[in-house]
């Protein structure tokens, strides 16, 4: 396979060796690429997800890449394949490049080809660093360009479709209604022609406004009311939930009390592409789990991206149904969170059952 050049490594600041050792033992991949761990009893190094048995801690040492390792008389694991840890995360950023380019999306075959891995494969390797599919990627870009355009000052909903790089009206309005929960000119116009249901029920954690569009819920907030929508949605047509309606706040309610439940909600909620990666992974942390906003980063294929990871979880409209509650700082704090610190540390006890 060809190995590209034209990316650098991203500069990614050191770990501790004890963030080190609690990320082998969690076989954490959003850290693999950040350090090698070196066994002094067999002369083996390996990244940090290596599902070989754990040694013992006072046989391992902790080295900043693969290269340092071998310098110090180390080889490579044979199951893990640390070497290719730093060349596959070049070429899921050489991909996103690549995709970012195009005001056309590029085939996976064509993404593929550019970051020199087999198709099937470079799939499931960009997925698995970015919670997208290459193509879902790529949507989410040329929608971010349509939402762009159409918030421009003067210009019409069929030049800004095609700026953004549409070949067609039909496929923009697809796309809108996925990531903008609206048609493009609804967007364009605060919300006109949306209708939002809405309603405040109680929880032990405080009042929480549930709200949706026909296609799923758009708003979980705590201490918010209807006026929070109007200010989003000028336009729209908002609305006090009916009967059904109510079925579905109670589920999350439900949620609110016991945030380890299995989640299968309806959602309709806009966002950037690295947005939609960062609420991505988020989802995928399991309950009682909890991530730092560096390893949701890395996790993503950005690294370097830890204010703006943090940003991104600052930017979730769903409370709950996307944890960014189990988002701490490097050093275990708790860090931010829009409905208050104490809401954060009950979520985080209820996960745990304490």
Same mark, same amino acid.
């Given at each position: 396979m060809?190995?590209?050049?034209? #990316?650098?490594?991203?500069?990614?600041p050191?770990?501790?060796?004890?963030?080190?050792?609690?990320?082998?033992?969690?076989?954490?991949?959003?850290?693999?690429g950040?350090?090698?761990?070196?066994?002094?009893?067999?002369?083996?190094?390996?990244?940090?997800?290596?599902?070989?048995?754990?040694?013992?801690?006072?046989n391992? #040492?902790f080295?900043p890449?693969?290269?340092?390792?071998?310098q $110090?008389?180390?080889?490579?694991c044979?199951?893990?394949?640390?070497? +290719?840890v730093?060349?596959?995360r070049?070429?899921?950023?050489?991909a996103? $490049?690549f995709?970012?380019?195009?005001m056309?999306?590029?085939?996976?075959?064509?993404?593929a080809?550019?970051?020199g891995?087999?198709?099937?494969?470079?799939?499931?390797?960009?997925?698995?660093?970015?919670?997208?599919?290459p193509?879902?990627?790529?949507?989410s870009?040329?929608?971010?360009?349509l939402?762009?355009?159409?918030?421009?000052?003067?210009?019409?909903?069929?030049?800004?479709?095609?700026e953004?790089?549409?070949?067609a009206?039909?496929?923009?309005?697809?796309?809108?209604q996925?990531?903008?929960?609206?048609?493009p000119?609804?967007?364009?116009d605060?919300?006109?022609?949306v209708t939002i249901?809405?309603?405040?029920v109680?929880?032990?954690?405080?009042?929480?406004?549930?709200?949706?569009?026909?296609?799923?819920?758009c708003?979980?907030?705590?201490?918010?009311?209807?006026?929070?929508?109007?200010?989003?949605?000028?336009?729209? +047509? #908002?609305?006090?939930?009916?009967?059904?309606f109510?079925?579905?706040?109670?589920?999350?309610?439900?949620?609110? +009390?016991?945030?380890?439940q299995?989640?299968?909600?309806?959602?309709?909620?806009?966002?950037?592409?690295?947005?939609?990666?960062?609420?991505?992974?988020?989802?995928?942390?399991?309950?009682g789990?909890?991530?730092?906003?560096?390893? #949701?980063?890395?996790?993503i294929?950005?690294?370097?991206?830890?204010?703006? $990871?943090g940003?991104?979880?600052?930017?979730?409209?769903?409370?709950v149904?996307?944890?960014?509650?189990?988002?701490?700082?490097?050093d275990?704090?708790?860090g931010?969170?829009?409905?208050g610190?104490?809401?954060?540390?009950?979520?985080?006890?209820? +996960?745990?059952?304490?």
């Open positions: 060809n190995q590209m050049t034209d #990316i650098s490594a991203p500069t990614q050191p770990l501790d060796d004890e963030a080190c050792w609690e990320a082998v033992l969690r076989r954490d991949r959003a850290v693999d950040r350090f090698v761990s070196a066994v002094l009893t067999t002369g083996i190094y390996c990244k940090p997800s290596c599902a070989a048995r754990h040694p013992r801690r006072e391992m #040492i080295l890449d693969p290269a340092a390792a071998r $110090a008389g180390f080889r490579a044979l199951r893990c394949r640390p070497d +290719e730093g060349r596959d070049l070429a899921v950023e050489a996103q $490049a995709i970012a380019a195009a056309v999306p590029p085939s996976l075959e064509e993404i080809g550019h970051a891995y087999a198709p099937h494969h470079f799939h499931r390797l960009f997925k698995r660093a970015t919670g997208l599919t193509a879902a990627y790529a949507r870009l040329r929608a971010e360009r939402k762009t355009a159409l918030e421009e000052e003067g210009g019409s909903v069929t030049s800004a479709i095609y953004a790089g549409y070949n009206p039909s496929r923009a309005y697809a796309d809108a996925r990531h903008l929960g609206m048609t000119s609804a967007w364009k605060g919300g006109r022609g249901s809405y309603m405040v109680g929880s032990s954690l405080g009042p929480v406004l549930v709200a949706a569009t026909a296609k799923g819920l708003r979980i907030s705590f201490d918010e009311d209807e006026g929070e929508l109007r200010r989003r949605f000028p336009y729209a +047509e #908002i609305v006090p939930g009916d009967a059904a109510s079925a579905l706040a109670a589920q999350v309610v439900r949620l609110v +009390e016991d945030p380890t299995p989640v299968d909600l309806p959602i309709d909620m806009c966002g950037t592409a690295f947005q939609q990666a960062v609420w991505a992974a988020l989802r995928a942390i399991p309950a789990e909890t991530r730092s906003y560096r390893e #949701i980063a890395a996790a294929g950005k690294p370097g991206a830890v204010r703006a $990871a940003s991104a979880c600052g930017d979730n409209v769903l409370a149904v996307i944890p960014c509650h189990r988002v701490l700082r490097s275990g704090t708790l931010g969170y829009a409905y610190l104490g809401r954060k540390q009950a979520l985080l006890e209820r +996960e745990r059952g304490e």
